[in-house]
């Protein structure tokens, strides 16, 4: 069999290619576009099925360099802690305080299911882990970042298997959100709030943030002092004995930068500026990620893979439909939030936000839900899910 090997440049060229394919196929076919699935995702996928039909019939392996990748994924989740902003926590309120503590909840009812089940199917609770809150509140980025960590810790094929099941949760949730949603609200007859009042419950001054050519500077510039001084954390937590994935040190100091900043106003954050780093870094450590997949190695987790999906989807709907809109009021507010609730909790946030648009469209406005989703789903659940993971990965 052909090797061919690709440098860390042809390896991120070959990646961004993927991601264009990707975003092109996106436009093209609308189903794509409905499920949210992002384009490096598409892409990828694609070229990881062209690379498996050539593995098995014995012409092309292809060996990549995937030094940018852990750089790319780094640098994303030091902005994602950059988000945990504790001034909006506080202003959001008692609402805001409940359903953090709600997908708090759901994250380890999640990875409860996944490692019990996989242990009554007598697979390794690691193959369980990566259908658990990895990938279905974490999505493709959570998927494709603790993949490696799960490989090291001896489950060949984890990145495989962790991105398989992020992919399932997209389309899962998505589909499962908006009726979900709609059978609440015409089992309860339930009918839209006077949104003035909800308009000033929670204040996100990101959305808002303007973007300046000269940020983008010193916004890269905190982003690396941030995953320079977290390393050094990361090396000082994992002295405890625990395993600790690199990024968790850099999102901890990127969070108390942030509020450190906001409190005393002594320096500037550049949010806007690092949200669109991030976003860029995502992109391409998704794209390598995707890549790099060996879909060959999911063949004999088959079935214990469906089992396992199967019930994260059951469990999904029960926490959602019993949990989330008792929780949070049993009104209109919560039966909207209901069906975002199952688009980041299988997916990402932008499925939670197209479900609740779906359900919108049709019964009323839900400012309450429009507000809370995306500042939790964007700015805490990663944050919070990826301490939870660390924890649950050292317990295993």
Same mark, same amino acid.
């Given at each position: ?83 945990a902003n504790l001034k909006v926590l506080k202003s959001g309120g008692v609402a805001l305080l409940l359903f953090l503590i709600c997908v708090g909840g759901l994250i380890i009812v999640q990875n409860l ?101 000269k940020g983008y500077a010193p916004a890269a510039y905190q982003l690396v002092i941030a995953m320079g001084l977290g390393t050094i954390v990361s090396e000082l937590l994992s002295m405890t004995g625990m ?30 500026? !690092?949200?669109? $780093?991030? *976003?860029?870094?995502?992109?391409? =450590?998704?794209?390598?990620?995707? &890549?790099? +997949?060996? /879909? ?75 507000? !809370?989703?995306? $500042?939790? *789903?964007?700015?805490?659940?990663? =944050?919070?899910?990826?301490?939870? &993971?660390? +924890?649950? /990965?050292?317990?295993?």
């Amino acid at each position: 069999m052909l090797t061919l090997s690709l440098n860390m440049y042809l390896t991120t060229a070959l990646a961004v290619v993927v991601l264009y394919i990707g975003s092109m196929l996106k436009k093209r076919f609308r189903i794509l576009q409905t499920f949210c699935i992002p384009s490096p995702v598409i892409g990828g996928l694609l070229f990881s099925i062209v690379s498996c039909i050539l593995h098995l019939t014995g012409l092309i392996e292809f060996a990549l360099d995937e030094t940018l990748k852990t750089v790319c994924m780094v640098m994303f989740f030091t902005s994602v802690g950059f988000q945990a902003n504790l001034k909006v926590l506080k202003s959001g309120g008692v609402a805001l305080l409940l359903f953090l503590i709600c997908v708090g909840g759901l994250i380890i009812v999640q990875n409860l299911t996944a490692v019990g089940l996989s242990n009554l199917l007598g697979v390794h609770p690691l193959v369980g882990m990566s259908t658990g809150s990895i990938a279905m509140t974490g999505g493709h980025g959570t998927a494709g970042a603790f993949g490696p960590v799960l490989e090291s810790l001896g489950l060949e094929g984890a990145t495989t298997l962790c991105t398989a099941a992020a992919t399932f949760g997209l389309v899962g949730g998505s589909l499962m959100g908006g009726p979900i949603g709609r059978k609440l609200i015409q089992k309860h007859n339930l009918k839209p709030k006077d949104s003035n009042a909800d308009e000033k419950l929670l204040i996100e001054d990101e959305v808002k943030h303007r973007r300046s050519v000269k940020g983008y500077a010193p916004a890269a510039y905190q982003l690396v002092i941030a995953m320079g001084l977290g390393t050094i954390v990361s090396e000082l937590l994992s002295m405890t004995g625990m395993s600790i994935p690199i990024y968790i040190g850099p999102m901890l100091v990127a969070a108390a930068m942030r509020n450190i900043g906001e409190m005393s106003g002594k320096f500037k954050i550049y949010m806007g500026e !690092i949200n669109d $780093i991030g *976003g860029i870094c995502l992109s391409l =450590f998704l794209g390598i990620a995707m &890549i790099s +997949l060996k /879909l060959w190695q999911l063949a004999d987790l088959a079935v214990p893979l469906i089992l396992l999906l199967a019930a994260q989807t059951i469990l999904m709907f029960v926490f959602a439909y019993f949990v989330i809109y008792n929780v949070m009021g049993r009104d209109y507010d919560s039966a909207v939030l209901t069906s975002g609730t199952c688009g980041f909790g299988m997916g990402a946030t932008p499925n939670a936000m197209a479900n609740m648009q779906a359900v919108t469209e049709r019964y009323g406005a839900s400012v309450k839900a429009f507000l !809370i989703v995306p $500042i939790v *789903g964007s700015m805490f659940a990663d =944050f919070i899910n990826s301490l939870f &993971i660390t +924890l649950f /990965l050292n317990l295993i």
